[in-house]
């Protein structure tokens, strides 16, 4: 069997047993057994990855098809031939110099672990400087670098941490209003996948004017780098993203997450298809120890009203036990009005827009003695607005900010004392990502204060939570309590 390894994928040629590839490469997604498809058996459930006509297969998955075919056939001989451009000469990260930093020990272990294996995911807590251990590989590599984030405020954040590191003039820009690449690029992945793959007008069936000028230019610009970092990678196997991974032809390729085989909907494979498998890990547990991030208290509240219909939709249940559960929050608005008077600075995250307006009507109204400070802030607002709302709470100017899913990934505020998990959910992602917002070191800042609650009301909100709190449970390093809804209303 001969492989012929290409950055971004690889050819098998020779005699060789497809049925072996295909199992190293395939996956079943969560909830493929309610497929129609599946039910009249038209349909084994299985995502394939290896494209049996061309056979071909992503190169991330090289490693793990190579174990599963020494396992089967341990004598077959299998020739690779590696057609990937990696340089033997690079500058150790111990003596890489950036610009206001001087790096941590695991983030130069973590830069050279990137360096050392070419390709593979940063599995590393949240606040332990993900992005500077990747400034601290490009520089050394010094070669065309793309490096993909999404969200506005976290492109432009990121920008501005790429020109701050290394000078601004070789940092290039893109995003959907600016085309500004350079040796260096921030871009945004949303921002290139609509590019490389446009929508049609839905009532005209027409492609926007210059479609291909710009599909063109996004294919000619990720055939021009040679590393390509992906944050927040564990959203791989989002289309968008994965389109714009499968066509990047960087020999280096790395994702950075904290949580990247927590997905929970089993589309892991896709993540190493892109970029390899984990090449180093750092937990919240050695952060904490360390003394880079704070010791967590999560405070688990329990709530127990109102008593929801077994027989109702999510949504519905959503609904009526998080967003408009007025038992809950008060003691959302409570939590809140006493750690406000501790002046501490308190961050409520929320997932739906509605429940953010619900509780910035609340904070003002929910006792007639109690009047909370506060700004709310969401993705449709503008820029400026959000912008400046985070800058007065980074400022301390406002001690209280309720902030919808915008801040689930990547914004920098190192002062949050105070983090209340309004939104509940089941993604032990996000769980975790939101309460990394917290953990950077602060002045008078001892400890990060978490609130999340148990539902009780309904079975799927009761099973969210325990998902949550066996997540914070495997952290193995935070400090969890237990709290009575009622004992915190009556305060």
Request: proline letters at 3%; one cysteine or more; charged letters at 25%.
């Amino acid at each position: 069997m001969r492989l012929e390894v290409y950055p971004n994928f690889t050819r098998v040629s020779g005699t060789f047993d497809r049925g072996t590839i295909d199992i190293a490469t395939r996956f079943k997604k969560a909830g493929y057994h309610h497929s129609n498809a599946f039910k009249k058996h038209a349909w084994d459930g299985y995502t394939r990855l290896f494209m049996a006509g061309k056979s071909l297969f992503p190169t991330g998955l090289l490693s793990r098809v190579l174990r599963q075919y020494k396992k089967a056939y341990p004598d077959v001989a299998i020739n690779i031939d590696d057609r990937r451009i990696f340089t033997d000469s690079y500058t150790p990260a111990s003596e890489i110099e950036l610009e206001g930093i001087t790096l941590y020990a695991h983030q130069i272990a973590a830069a050279n672990a990137m360096l050392e294996k070419r390709y593979g995911v940063l599995w590393a807590a949240t606040n332990s400087g993900k992005t500077e251990a990747a400034i601290a590989v490009i520089k050394s590599l010094d070669q065309p670098t793309v490096f993909l984030t999404k969200g506005k405020d976290l492109l432009r954040q990121t920008y501005e941490r790429f020109c701050e590191r290394l000078g601004p003039d070789e940092i290039g820009f893109i995003s959907s209003s600016k085309w500004e690449p350079s040796k260096f690029t921030v871009a945004s992945a949303d921002t290139l996948a609509r590019r490389l793959t446009p929508s049609r007008n839905k009532k005209t069936g027409e492609y926007p004017n210059g479609w291909q000028e710009k599909k063109q230019q996004v294919a000619e610009f990720l055939g021009s780098v040679n590393v390509m970092f992906i944050d927040e990678c564990h959203q791989a196997a989002a289309k968008g993203l994965w389109n714009v991974g499968r066509v990047c032809n960087a020999s280096y390729r790395f994702g950075l997450s904290g949580t990247p085989f927590k997905r929970g909907d089993k589309q892991d494979l896709k993540l190493i298809a892109l970029t390899g498998e984990v090449v180093y890990k750092v937990s919240n547990k050695e952060m904490i120890e360390e003394g880079v991030s704070v010791p967590v208290d999560v405070n688990v509240v329990d709530v127990d009203e109102p008593e929801l219909p077994h027989r109702l939709d999510y949504n519905v249940v959503y609904d009526s036990g998080i967003v408009d559960n007025d038992f809950r929050n008060r003691i959302i608005c409570t939590l809140a009005n006493r750690h406000y008077a501790e002046k501490k600075q308190v961050l409520i995250l929320v997932k739906r827009i509605a429940h953010g307006h619900k509780l910035d009507h609340m904070l003002s109204t929910f006792s007639p003695t109690a009047y909370v400070p506060h700004k709310f802030i969401w993705g449709d607002q503008e820029v400026e607005a959000r912008t400046e709302a985070i800058q007065e709470f980074k400022d301390g100017l406002c001690r209280v900010l309720v902030s919808s899913v915008i801040l689930d990934v990547g914004i920098d505020i190192p002062n949050i004392d105070v983090l209340i998990l309004a939104g509940g959910g089941k993604s032990y992602i996000k769980a975790l990502q939101r309460i990394g917002r917290g953990l950077r070191l602060g002045p008078d800042k001892d400890k990060l204060i978490v609130y999340d609650f148990a539902d009780l009301t309904h079975k799927y909100l009761a099973d969210h939570s325990l998902g949550r709190l066996s997540a914070y449970a495997k952290e193995d390093c935070f400090t969890i309590n237990n709290l009575s809804g009622m004992a915190i209303e009556d305060l």
